[in-house]
């Protein structure tokens, strides 16, 4: 059926929206098969419509209606999040680099409300081993002087009270879940949000709703790292024909509240070495926050080959070297949470223009990894699209012109923007680890670049056989297993107490949102693989158990019902905490992320 629209676009949708009350439904039906070609959505119509209520995506929205003050042009904006509120998703260290909060909020500092109030005051490096804690060089880019240590949850929330002030639109719980495509699917035209109220089969309870569909003038897709939607119109416009393919880190954090005497407000920690192997990249940091609270976590880089590997326990054994037992015993651990991230630098940034819309900040993938910082250059990103697409729309009033919005300035913006000059600087800093010579390797180019070329080198390492970092990993067999201590509370924990901790819900009796292919034969497929090969690497790689394995020698664990050799794949996707790990590292690369019902998912506060 064609989409239906059913207001004009003046009218604010706020209450509405949330209340989730966009058409009338019969009080009761059968449970029938969802059929999304014969559903008919409510369809509204905007400027921009922003998918992703994180930094990039909030600084793209007030950016906007900034312009719309200046040039007098009304601008309708609006951010879906599929968050159950602004900050629920957002996960990061973090430090962060105010370079872009100086441009777009030049008086941010005058705002009592602001939640930069703990300045970075000292910055060290440590070289781990299993026992010792030995202070290295501290390379140039990871000084954090001028640079604040916060929560990003509690940022992205106060920017999104800033956007909503300036009269964005953000709806938090609804879900970018479709993209709309033109007729001849050259053009993005929009997006639709999450259908809620389908059950586990996909038949519509009493409550189902379909999502609804929001067409604009320009789409930007500020997701975050592995977005489900970035992903699929990367794939659909092969943004990434002249770019090497994304690479990730996977960061796990806790913050923990500490005993007075080991709480040091401002300094900032980081580490390498131990509890990782010199073939594995990563490291770890520990940030002190205000209010006694401190951040500390660990990355490790998505590539690692051994499927033994778990992050999550990494993490809880870290915690028992002396340098942060000390500092946590008689502490509280407050908060947990974890996230893919981008690692792949400039050589990774696919072309970031599409017709009638735009990739920013994560979505592209704009972190240096030298610095480990990637917040100030989303922020950027957004602008500078914001800018791109309010030239755009106000040019296509004046000509009358109809067909889709160009929005390749923005992309020939960015790369002569601050953005591209930070990360063409350490372009070779994180490739540099993958030579033969592991971590030592790394190092010495590293601190060889850093110190003395800074950049200024005619090469960059490019990723030439296009190995992805589900790729890189080992077969089992090959590997040997890692044997990990056992939890020895209160330092360390299960891995369902800490997701305890994040708050994470999602109705039980709705689809699940990750996907392997239908039928039996694809999941028996992927039994056999993941756990004949590779030794079940989900089920230590996912740091909420989302993914089992489990013995069955009834019908469950037969390739007729999609087990295989007596073992059945269970998804818990009810623990899930959106961190995309799955969709990037599973070796038969078979498992879709997609969003869930808008609100589900952890409820991030302190991350």
């Known amino acids: 059926m064609p989409l239906a629209r059913i207001r004009p676009p003046s009218v604010n949708l706020t209450r509405c929206l949330r209340a989730r009350q966009l058409h009338s439904t019969p009080l009761r039906r059968g449970r ?46 609006v951010v879906l999040e599929k968050g159950s509120e602004v900050g629920a998703h957002i996960l990061s260290g973090a430090v962060i680099e105010p370079r872009a909060l100086n441009e777009l909020l030049p008086e941010w500092q005058q705002r009592e409300d602001h939640p930069l109030t703990q300045p970075a005051r000292s910055d060290s490096m440590r070289f781990l081993t299993s026992s010792l804690s030995i202070p290295i060089p501290h390379p140039p880019q990871m000084s954090n002087k001028g640079n604040y240590i916060v929560s990003l ?17 953000v709806y938090p719980g609804f879900g970018g879940a479709q993209v709309i495509y033109s007729g001849d699917k050259k053009t993005v035209q ?27 003038k320009v789409t930007l ?12 119109v990367i794939k659909h416009f092969d943004l990434r024909k002249d770019a090497d393919p994304q690479t990730y880190g996977m960061g796990v954090k806790e913050v923990w509240r500490v ?96 017709p009638g819309g735009a990739l920013v900040g994560c979505a592209a993938g704009f972190v240096n990894v030298a610095k480990i910082k990637g917040t100030h250059n989303a922020m950027k990103s957004g602008m500078l699209a914001a800018e791109s697409a309010f030239a755009a729309i106000e040019g296509a009033d004046k000509e009358g012109n109809e067909e889709a919005i160009d929005m390749s300035p923005y992309d020939t913006a960015l790369r002569n923007s601050w953005v591209w000059k930070d990360l063409k600087e350490v372009r070779n800093l994180r490739p540099s680890f993958n030579s033969p010579l592991g971590i030592w390797g790394g190092i010495a180019y590293s601190g060889i670049d850093t110190l003395f070329l800074k950049g200024r080198t005619p090469w960059t390492f490019r990723n030439k056989t296009r190995t992805t970092d589900a790729q890189h990993t080992k077969r089992a067999r090959d590997c040997k297993p890692i044997e990990y201590p056992p939890p020895q509370p209160p330092l360390s924990t299960d891995i369902l107490t800490s997701v305890a901790l994040t708050g994470t819900n999602h109705a039980e009796d709705q689809p699940v949102h990750l996907r392997l292919p239908p039928g039996a034969e694809a999941r028996a497929a992927h039994v056999k693989e ?22 069955d020698e009834g019908a469950e664990g037969t390739e007729a019902r999609g087990g295989y050799g007596g073992k059945k794949f269970v998804i818990n996707s009810q623990n899930c905490i959106h961190c995309k790990l799955c969709d990037v590292k599973v070796p038969t690369q078979d498992i879709t992320w997609t969003v869930p019902e808008g609100g589900g998912g952890p409820k991030y506060t302190l991350t």
Not at 56 to 65: E, F, N, V
């Open 32 to 77: 029938v098969k969802f059929d999304p070609s014969q559903v008919e959505r409510v369809e509204d119509e905007v400027d921009v419509c922003i998918v992703g209520a994180g930094p990039a995506g909030l600084s793209a929205a007030i950016r906007l209606k900034q312009l719309e003050q200046e040039k007098g042009r009304e601008i309708r904006v």
């Open 153 to 169: 949850s509690r940022f992205t929330a106060w920017l999104g009270s800033i956007a909503e002030e300036a009269g964005v639109e």
């Open 190 to 216: 929009g997006v639709i949000t999450n259908d809620v109220g389908l059950d586990r089969e996909s038949r519509m309870k009493d409550s189902f709703e379909p999502g609804m569909a929001f067409k604009a």
């Open 221 to 232: 897709l500020a997701e975050g790292a592995h977005g489900s939607l970035s992903k699929s």
């Open 259 to 354: 005993d007075p005497a080991q709480h040091r407000p401002g300094e900032v920690v980081h580490t390498m070495g131990w509890p990782l192997d010199w073939r594995t990249y990563g490291g770890g940091w520990i940030y002190h926050m205000d209010d006694g609270l401190i951040s500390l976590g660990l990355v490790i880089a998505a590539d690692y080959a051994n499927p033994y590997l778990s992050p999550f326990r990494e993490l809880q054994r870290m915690k028992h070297h002396p340098l942060l037992s000390k500092l946590l015993t008689g502490g509280e651990r407050v908060a947990y949470g974890a996230r893919v991230l981008n690692e792949g630098g400039i050589q990774s940034v696919p072309r970031l223009a599409f």
């Open 530 to 551: 993941n756990v004949g090969e590779f030794a079940g690497l989900l089920s230590r790689a996912c740091p909420a158990a989302v993914y089992e394995y489990v013995e």
